[in-house]
């Protein structure tokens, strides 16, 4: 198990391989849809170098705090082209979702600079309890939406798109058509 703790430098970077599992502790923003394309035609230094989940945190608003009551992954892939604007305009250093995120072109702007750590789908109640809130930006948007500062403590994630270009999803693709294609030809 690795502990990371954002902000995240270039060195860790580089030393984390596909199928390493890690802890991550610190900062990071919550970005789906509508955040994205605020976050490519705004300025929000905030995010600068840092840590983006694709979530959509569901809170209850108790006592005056906002409580994450679940935070799960949403699917990535659809965020695979405007990711490559994000990385070249603010440095992300690591994306957090499920299923990856599908385009060479992706591994092509990670190369050496980010990674894409999977948290596992239908566990939000764990990254719920796993996480506070700092502050919501852009609560017009919705909640799933909006983007949220989170502080989160021993999330646990596991590396599955690394900054050498390596990715999970590619070799279990390969490996399964390699399988497919020879269950075809065998005789039944």
């Known amino acids: ?6 902000p995240l430098v270039s060195d860790q970077i580089k030393k984390l391989k596909v199928g390493d599992q890690v802890l991550l502790s610190g900062t990071i923003f919550t970005a789906r849809d509508q955040a994205y394309n605020y976050l490519l ?19 209850l608003e108790k006592k ?6 679940s935070a799960g992954p949403t699917t990535s892939s659809r965020f695979s082209l405007k ?3 994000l990385i070249q305009k603010y440095g992300i250093k690591a994306f957090i979702g499920k299923g990856g995120m599908d385009d060479d072109a992706v591994k ?4 050496g ?3 894409y750590l999977a948290a596992v789908g239908g566990a939000g109640v764990v990254y719920a309890n796993a996480m506070k809130i700092k502050k919501i930006y852009l609560k017009k948007l919705g909640m799933a939406d909006a983007i949220c500062e989170l502080e989160v403590k021993d999330m646990p994630l596991i590396v599955t798109m690394d900054s050498q270009g ?5 070799d279990v ?3 399964s058509r390699k399988i497919t294609k020879q269950f075809l030809h065998e005789d039944i």
Do not use: C, D
């Open 113 to 115: 600079k980010t990674v």
């Open 166 to 170: 390596r990715s999970i999803y590619h």
């Open 1 to 6: 198990m690795i502990n990371l703790h954002t």
């Open 83 to 85: 990711s490559i604007k």
């Open 173 to 175: 693709y390969k490996k």
């Open 41 to 59: 035609k705004n300025n929000f230094s905030k995010i600068k170098n840092g840590v983006i989940y694709h979530a959509g945190p569901i809170v």
């Open 64 to 69: 005056g705090k906002t409580i994450p009551v």
């Open 108 to 111: 092509k702007a990670m190369k």
